[in-house]
């Protein structure tokens, strides 16, 4: 085994080792902190429970009395309502291809860029790194009216291109992943050379793996930031077939006779959130993990 697949390996090995030993009682002095945290995460979740439990409350029963979405009886005509009602499920596969696209080329390319000015020595690296930071201070505000009429004049309105493009570099993540790249030892890129490997082979065989949590971490934050999206989607999309779901609700509250529906408003949102909570239930590990060792490590 090399000096690199040794570096590799070892700190997956040590991720197993569990944090409390085995058979050792749980210290109950921490019990106020986390009943604290408990009720904290309960009043914040509140309003998810809220629109999850009105999906499935008949519209006579919410108009009725407001604390009878906690009782049956319920059903799920309003999903079906939801989804017929309007052609949510092209708003659906609109919002997975933004989001897709998206999320994919963000972490490719800041993956790419990071590991540039984290190892790399070229002239001008930290004016230009500089310039990137410096991108992270002009708001989206100051760049939607030039964006917009960029993509207007490149044709792309009403297109994925007019919906991705814009979004396909992120400033944050080549800052985020640099801080993580440079906080591997430089002698373990030192001995990846000297055993032959390339660049390309130690960033995706070296640096990739053991930077794997903040990678994963950064995916996430990518994801949710394309997934939310709404301002832009509304504006440079005025094709219903090209609209994205977070612009489907909006058809709720434009149309009159829907305006009121609460249960299928309700029932589209609890639709549009399921992704995001299914990739926060299936990749936290990860998340909380990238966080601590980047905030560790940067």
């Known amino acids: 085994m090399t000096v690199v697949d040794q570096a590799v390996t070892e700190p997956f090995a040590a991720e197993k080792t569990p944090d409390r030993a085995f058979g050792e009682p749980r210290r109950w002095g921490d019990f106020p902190l986390h009943a604290s945290l408990f009720f904290i995460g309960l009043a914040i979740s509140m309003p998810i429970f809220v629109a999850f439990f009105t999906s499935f409350t008949p519209l006579g029963q919410i108009l009725a009395d407001s604390n009878s979405i906690w009782s049956p009886p319920w059903t799920l005509r309003n999903y079906v309502t939801a989804w017929t009602a309007t052609p949510f499920g092209r708003f659906m596969v609109n919002s997975f291809i933004q989001t897709g696209v998206i999320t994919i080329a963000q972490v490719l390319f800041s993956i790419l860029a990071a590991f540039a000015f984290a190892v790399f020595r070229f002239p001008g690296r930290s004016a230009l790194f500089a310039l990137v930071l410096g991108s992270l201070m002009v708001p989206f505000e100051l760049t939607f009216i030039p964006n917009f009429v960029l993509i207007s004049n490149l044709g792309w309105a009403n297109t994925y291109q007019g919906l991705t493009v814009p979004f396909l570099a992120s400033a944050f993540g080549v800052f985020m992943l640099r801080q993580f790249f440079m906080s591997l030892p430089r002698d373990l890129y030192d001995a990846a050379k000297i055993d032959g490997a390339s660049d390309w082979y130690y960033l995706w065989r070296v640096a990739v793996p053991l930077s794997r949590g903040a990678i994963a971490a950064f995916t996430i934050f990518s994801f949710l930031g394309a ?30 006779e829907r305006a009121t529906d609460w249960g299928a408003i309700m029932a589209g949102a609890v639709i549009v959130m399921l992704p995001t909570l299914l990739v926060f239930l299936v990749a936290q590990k990860q998340l909380v993990k990238g966080i601590a060792m980047t905030g560790l490590k940067g």
């Not at 997934?227 to 989607?233: A, E, I, K, S, V």
């Open 227 to 256: 997934w939310n999206q709404y301002l832009w989607p509304l504006v440079i999309t005025n094709e219903e077939t090209m609209r994205t779901a977070q612009i489907g609700i909006r058809f709720f509250l434009v149309n009159q």
